[in-house]
């Protein structure tokens, strides 16, 4: 199979102004770039974006945190808070396809950036907004975290011990997911306007996404008019599905069904707790998982991990071990996946495939600025206009 190239990925041909920091708009963009969309990433010319100051420094001016959602995308160092810098912007945004802003409520539409103003310059633009709170609500203009998110909805009541104190995820899984809805939400949005020719507004609140993140668990608590028992590792309806400790480690088992439950018990040598009627079912095991769990532990502390995990998968019982960080991304298991790309800096590939073929990391996170000289030349503008722009702080690159 020949090898994928830019024209051949489903958004080869869309362009995207991506006008957002930091995590949730950004991580929206480059879905859309890792899918061939050509992603113009709009920075402020002399601070860039937050994130080029947090995290781990990959090069002068790069670090993990930017890295990790700024992939495939070009950088133009623009000032917004300049009437030309705005301008400019206005009219790369006439000629996109897709816009992702996160600006406090009405910051885009003070430099002429809403979506009133450009789908009235462009009827097909689909204009993504990411805020914290929704926008006609009385918390609108609160600014969003998604550490504050992780609290309001009640995500980090799932997590931890119920000794422990509430307990956040350990990414910023509000910021990340909800910039995977905001891209689902525009790629739906451009199948419409294939039909209609107009686009659409899509607006992400963070809140929002961190409840829908609660899934099944924030259903049980509205079924049980309480907050589940939180469990740690383990499951709250599935026993036994958790992280265990074997001999030399820990490892992760999961049974999932009255089945699988039994050859484990045979894995371990306690076909007696097969025989049980107390865990016949997976009822039974969770109501009576205080007297079940201490046995399991008992008896998976005495086994060798490696020889543990060879005999459940053997016995068709799904199990795996507890990696380090470090440890995952350097395994075998990643390299064969292809999914660690090595350029200016490591940064992930692209977590899916399309025909068998996993779409190429064509372009590095960009350092501040990179492209702004290809992008305003493209727009048009010569080289003595860019060089007036840049030595009066307008553009930076």
Avoid at 373 to 396: C, Q
Wanted: charged share 25%; hydrophobic share 40%; glycine share 12%.
């Amino acid at each position: 199979m020949e090898p994928t190239t830019e024209q051949d990925l489903p958004l080869s041909g869309i362009r995207v102004l991506d006008l957002s920091r930091v995590l949730a708009g950004p991580w929206c963009g480059q879905v859309l770039a890792d899918l061939g969309a050509d992603v113009i990433k709009v920075e402020h010319p002399e601070r860039g974006d937050d994130t080029r100051d947090w995290g781990v420094a990959t090069s002068p001016g790069n670090t993990t945190y930017f890295d990790s959602v700024n992939r495939n995308k070009r950088s133009l160092g623009l000032d917004l808070a300049t009437e030309e810098g705005a301008d400019l912007a206005r009219r790369i945004a006439a000629g996109c396809d897709v816009l992702i802003q996160n600006f406090k409520r009405g910051g885009a539409d003070k430099l002429g950036l809403g979506y009133a103003r450009l789908s009235a310059e462009n009827p097909g633009l689909v204009y993504c907004s990411v805020a914290g709170y929704v926008g006609d609500g009385p918390e609108a203009d609160r600014p969003g975290y998604d550490l504050v998110v992780q609290g309001e909805s009640g995500l980090m009541a799932l997590n931890g011990r119920p000794e422990e104190p509430p307990l956040k995820f350990g990414v910023a899984a509000v910021d990340l997911f909800t910039g995977q809805y905001a891209a689902q939400a525009v790629l739906a949005a451009l199948l419409q306007r294939h039909r209609t020719g107009r686009g659409r507004h899509v607006e992400m609140a963070l809140y929002d996404s961190g409840l829908s993140l609660t899934s099944y668990v924030g259903l049980a608590a509205l079924a049980l008019g309480r907050d589940p028992e939180r469990v740690g590792n383990a499951h709250p309806a599935i026993v036994p599905y958790g992280v265990f400790e074997a001999a030399d480690g820990p490892l992760v088992i999961t049974v999932g069904n009255n089945g699988q439950y039994r050859r484990f018990c045979t894995v371990i040598g306690r076909e007696d707790l097969a025989a049980d009627p107390d865990f016949a079912t997976n009822l039974g095991r969770s109501r009576h998982r205080a007297r079940l769990a201490p046995e399991i532990d008992r008896e998976l502390t005495r086994i060798p991990r490696a020889a543990l995990i060879e005999a459940l998968r053997a016995a068709g019982i799904p199990c795996g071990e507890v990696a380090g960080l470090h440890e995952a991304f350097r395994s075998e298991r990643t390299a064969q996946a292809g999914m660690l790309h090595a350029g200016r800096s490591p940064v992930l590939a692209p977590p899916y495939r399309l025909d068998g073929d996993r779409p190429p990391v064509r372009r590095p996170p960009p350092s501040l600025g990179e492209h702004t000289d290809a992008l305003l030349t493209e727009l048009g503008l010569d080289s003595e206009h860019i060089a007036d722009l840049r030595a009066r702080g307008v553009v930076a690159g």
